[in-house]
């Protein structure tokens, strides 16, 4: 645990953080003022910039940051707050004018903070609200994790914080992780809520603080409600002041809001309407200026730099607290507090009056102390000694040696799904660094996704020893669920988002914790859209994970359509980051994994390979689509030309000859149908070809670059698709298949202009047998056939039996 700051300010320190809050609000204002109306605007579309949302969190911001926050803590801003974290990020020495003159433009600090696109030293990406908050729980726990297993001992603890909007607070994945790291013995995390009482649309309902105080305290956290700034504190002190305490506790959101917007006049307006009494009340009003009376009345303590101080520096404990800071939306600003203030812009006017408010020279808006009651040498002597810029923030980690092969007994006949198990299951005997590195998660799919082998050799993580009672009670089971520190499968309840964030945070590690971890997260195909923004974020932030997804499609047969996935191959195609593939064999399962844990340790800066024109030096995370359909397996030698082809998406199981009329290009669990139509149709059509399509990602993503590296004038550049299509006569016709969306492999046609009629599934499915569903929704061989024949000229195919 780092030592707390010392609680108390100094005078003169306080007099310089309040300077360097003034300097933080107006370089936000002025940063969004410059993105709208001093750059030029070349599309005529408004910029925007969150002025109001920012504000809110300005005075929270300057206390963490050049105070309470040390190098090894990490937040999750607020994304709308963003301008504000640039400006500070400014100030620090950490980012460029250039970038904030650029703000929201090409190349610029980015709209909400971005670990990827901003060169500040953004700890999570944000903007889909809910997500940045709920990381911090699950980074907080990686930590655990990690220091559990004894790594990364010689660093300090961090604290993992997020800076939450109060409307953040109604979304789901939120309530998701508070229960699960309730459950995991969450510490270490801090979650600062802007109570501005406003969201989007709308002033919030009433009360909903003790709801939220309630809620937190429900499941174990400190609650720490932040009201009232020293001014009104003082005030209440005052004879009369308990009556205005007493108004102000009981006046709705919207009636507060509204007085904030209207300023001194109407607060004097209204409160000696309500409870002027010739006396105390009357007095304490009277005493005061209009302007003395509006800063009185909006001294909230998230607007209070001692407050705030205070309340952050006195933490002496690792237990997760929930601040409630009460704070109002534009703070500062003209459009404080109007309800329609989120998308509002400062007109230009309104900024110039700040700017002379501020005391900033026209043409010295940028310069970082201009117009501050502090002597800049004293403040930069301050901000070069600020704790939280002391020190690196984002680490390395060196990668694993990863073995060519993985060992595994390949049955006879075996589904994916079991491959998958039994993969992890010899990975369970190893002691190699890889072994050790890996984490499995799974929401409450752990057995039925075939980890159960696993988890049985190599144990739950938990901070605290747990035995498995059914164990110690000697009943049989064939699961061994002990729990202890040194366990490497993270059990979670059955809620998707949380898997993706624990992903997420688990494939930081490396940057986070400077130790590198090998997390493989299961749970079943379709409940990938469940997740799905968290997996898309997960990606954004380029967290590395290993994804396996079983089972899958309408391959599930007896489970019906809720549980048969169609459109999640669209997702691997179509999700930057994430690699998708869906081996048919066991041992291309085994190449791919062995690929899979090298690829997600790669960050390499690196240009486009010319082998296959994919990014692969720059690696990410990849996403396994598995299946529990037991398949005849190939008994073959695993070159490594072969390895290489099922990494790079595709092989010809049976190469076209040069008369060729029909390819048969599948993917996945669909390999017995597809092999049988080829054979179904050799008697009628010659030199059928049967391509084995491991990854339409991976193909279609170098089929796109190298189409672009010859647009820019490198002729030769060839990727595996056109390589392995390059002999394929023109007049041939193409038949896709898959258990899934038809549109993953119907683009194969257009790498060399053959015509293609692509099979899959695009209606939800249903229960039935393999078969059945098979021919229902034209997946089978008959299918295939059928197909190939209306493609094809040629006589009749004679094993073709009418379709259904
Ligand atoms: C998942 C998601 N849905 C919708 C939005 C659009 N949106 C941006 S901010 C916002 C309201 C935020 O209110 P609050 O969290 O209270 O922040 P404030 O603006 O008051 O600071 C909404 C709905 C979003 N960014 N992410
Ligand atoms: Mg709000």
Redesign the pocket.
Known sequence: MAESAKTKPSTNELAILRELEKKVLWLASWTIHHANHLRENVDGVKVGGHQA?SA?LATIMTALYFRALRPQDRVAV???ASPIFHAIQYLLGRQSRQKLEDFRGYKGAQSYPSRSKDADDVDFST????LGVAQTLFSSLVQDYVRAHGWGLQRPEGRMIALV????LD?GNIFEAILEGWKQGLRNCWWII?Y?R???DAVIREGLWERYEALFKAFGWDVVILKYGALLQRAFRERGGERLRQWIDSCPNQLYSALVFQGGAAWRKRLLDEIGDQGDVTRLIGARSDEELARLMTNLAGHDLPSLIEAFGKVNHDRPICFICYTI?GFGLPFAGHKDN?AGLMTPAQTESLRVAMNIRPGHEWDKFEGLAVAPAELERFLERVPFAAGARQHEAARIEVPAQLPVTIQPVMSTQAGFGALLNELGREKGAIAERVVTASPDVTVSTNLGPWVNRRGLFAREKMADTFKSERIPSTFNWDFSPKGQHIELGIAEMNLFILLSALGLSHAINGERLIPIGTLYDPFIQRGLDALNYACYQEARFILVATPSGITLAPEGGAHQSIATPLIGLAQDGLAAFEPAFVDELAAILAFAFDYIQRDAEGEASERNWLRDETGGSVYLRLSTRPIEQIKRAMTGELRQAIVDGAYWQRPPGPNCQVVVAYTGAVVPEAIQAVGLMAEDRRDVGLLAVTSADRLNAGWTAAQRARERGLVHARSHIEKLMADVPSHCGIVTVLDGHPATLAWLGAVRGHRVRALGVEHFGQTGSIPELYRHYGIDANAIVAAAAALTPGRPIRHLKALP
């Open positions: 949302s809110s607020k994304p709308h903007g889909s609200v809910g909007g109060d409307a953040e979304e802007d501005n406003q969201s989007l939306k989120h």
